[in-house]
T-cell receptor
Framework: GAGVSQSPSNKVTEKGKDVELRCDPI?????LYWYRQRLGQGLEFLIY????????KSGLPSDRFSAERTGESVSTLTIQRTQQEDSAVYLC??????????????FGPGTRLTVL | RKEVEQDPGPFNVPEGATVAFNCTYS??????FFWYRQDCRKEPKLLMS???SGNEDGRFTAQLNRASQYISLLIRDSKLSDSATYLC?????????FGSGTKLNVKP
């Protein structure tokens, strides 16, 4: 079956521009997560959605970052007025929303963002 | 204190060797546990879930020690293709906490 997809795969932008990153989760997965991974670093949690709601936005680095999800499906991560330190791979993952076992996350291939 | 801690390595081992990684977690209420593998410039991929009773998948064995709050991964008969970074992941109320990863280099 189809996995998690993300677009674009690569994005080069100029400092100060806005960017939108898209994630299409696995069909039926109610939970969706965004992470950031800088080169050579670990995964940094940004935000997660349960359905279309975001119970935890604590990882968003600043108010330039926002995300939404519609139809319990596609999600968009928006970064406004991009800065060079925003350069990273942005990873999306989805899972079933359940406690205990069976809630493994599956990742998309990521969007590599470069801010010049 | 970090939620999940791992030795970053690298672990450099010859083909055929057995290698073990440990990971500790801080929240005793954590509910589920996983090992992921991440190849250079690729997304993390699920290697295996970790069950309370321990579980094995081919050359890979995972164990959970709730009393001591650690998770282990044992790789037997290492292959060149096992070279990657191994991420320990802990889930608590649908928030996932990732370790920074342990790098494994398997050499001919």
């Amino acid at each position: 079956g189809a996995g998690v997809s993300q677009s674009p795969s690569n994005k080069v932008t100029e400092k100060g521009k806005d960017v939108e990153l898209r994630c299409d989760p696995i069909s039926g997965h109610t939970a969706l997560y965004w992470y950031r991974q800088r080169l050579g670093q670990g995964l940094e949690f940004l935000i997660y959605f349960q359905g279309n709601s975001a119970p935890d936005k604590s990882g968003l680095p600043s108010d330039r970052f926002s995300a939404e999800r519609t139809g319990e499906s596609v999600s968009t991560l928006t970064i406004q007025r991009t800065q060079q330190e925003d350069s990273a791979v942005y990873l999306c993952a989805s899972s079933f929303f359940r406690s205990g076992m069976g809630n493994e996350q599956f990742f998309g291939p990521g969007t590599r963002l470069t801010v010049l | 204190r970090k939620e999940v801690e791992q030795d970053p390595g690298p672990f450099n081992v010859p083909e055929g060797a057995t290698v073990a990684f440990n990971c500790t977690y801080s929240n005793s209420a954590s509910q589920s546990f996983f090992w992921y593998r991440q190849d250079c410039r690729k997304e993390p991929k699920l290697l295996m879930s970790v069950y309370s009773s321990g579980n094995e998948d081919g050359r890979f064995t995972a164990q959970l020690n709730r009393a001591s709050q650690y998770i282990s991964l044992l790789i037997r008969d290492s292959k060149l293709s096992d070279s990657a970074t191994y991420l320990c992941v802990v889930n608590n109320f649908n928030k996932f906490y990732f370790g920074s990863g342990t790098k494994l280099n398997v050499k001919p």
